[in-house]
């Protein structure tokens, strides 16, 4: 069974910016979407993005396209989210998850889910 | 202001039959699958119902999902105490090119 790895827990001040880590247990997560989800204290999930681990392409939310990045290091099996210009209300966990396609007995596409989750990384922006 | 809307908590004694809401619009529940995430305080989020309303290896069989129109639910039938949780529902919304989330439904065992 494929983990997602995160990195540590970050402290940052407002407008810098953090870099976040997501590492797939085993090399064949190439080729998956990886999307990241984040969490604020106490409140809902809310998706940011999401990036072609395969051919680096990305697209994300457009709350957040200026300030949040997303790159993959194929050899490593790694993926990155950075993102920048933080202010106190971007403290949050922040999870990057890999999303499956599902498909019925005949072959047609039934639509995906996010099926493996990492265990979350919580960024903390505080002066 | 979460995209699909969920009631904020919901209850009910050990055994009974628990269902959970999730309302959206034409552009997301109405025409893509809803997906339904357990959480756990302090753990990540785990998929319990995916597209076609199926249930993952591991999840128990007393989780069932049903959609209608723009709405979609889950429901827990015989709810046990290691239910208690936060629920998500989820899909993708065609219009905003995004993954839209429900607010979460926390559900607890009297």
């Known amino acids: 069974q494929v983990q997602l790895v995160q990195s540590g827990a970050e402290v940052k001040k407002p407008g810098a910016s953090v870099r976040v880590s997501c590492r797939a247990s085993?090399?064949?997560?190439?080729?998956?979407?990886i999307h990241w989800v984040r969490q604020a204290p106490g409140q809902g999930l809310e998706w940011m993005g999401w990036i072609n681990s395969k051919n680096g392409d990305t697209d994300s939310a457009q709350k957040f396209q200026g300030r949040v990045t997303m790159t993959r290091d194929t050899s490593s099996s790694t993926v990155y989210m950075q993102l920048s210009g933080l202010r106190s209300d971007d403290t949050a966990v922040y999870y990057c998850?890999?999303?499956?396609?599902?498909?019925?007995?005949?072959?047609?596409?039934?639509?995906?889910?996010?099926?493996?989750w990492g265990q979350g990384t919580m960024v903390t922006v505080s002066s | 202001q979460s995209v699909l809307t969920q009631p904020p908590s919901v209850s009910g004694t050990p055994g009974q039959r628990v269902t959970i809401s999730c309302s959206g619009r034409?552009?997301?529940?109405?025409?893509?699958?809803v997906i339904w995430y357990q959480q756990f305080p302090g753990t990540a989020p785990k998929l319990l119902i995916y597209?076609?309303?199926q249930r993952p290896s591991g999840v128990p069989d007393r989780f069932s999902a049903s959609k209608s129109g723009t709405s979609g639910s889950l429901a827990i039938s015989g709810v046990q105490s290691e239910d208690e949780a936060d629920y998500y529902c989820a899909a993708w919304d065609v219009s905003l090119n995004d993954w839209v989330f429900g607010g979460g439904t926390k559900l607890t065992v009297l």
């Open positions: 085993e090399s064949n997560v190439n080729g998956y979407y």
């Open positions: 597209p076609n309303n």
């Open positions: 998850a890999r999303l499956y396609d599902y498909y019925d007995d005949s072959g047609s596409y039934n639509g995906g889910a996010f099926d493996i």
């Open positions: 034409s552009s997301n529940v109405g025409i893509n699958a």
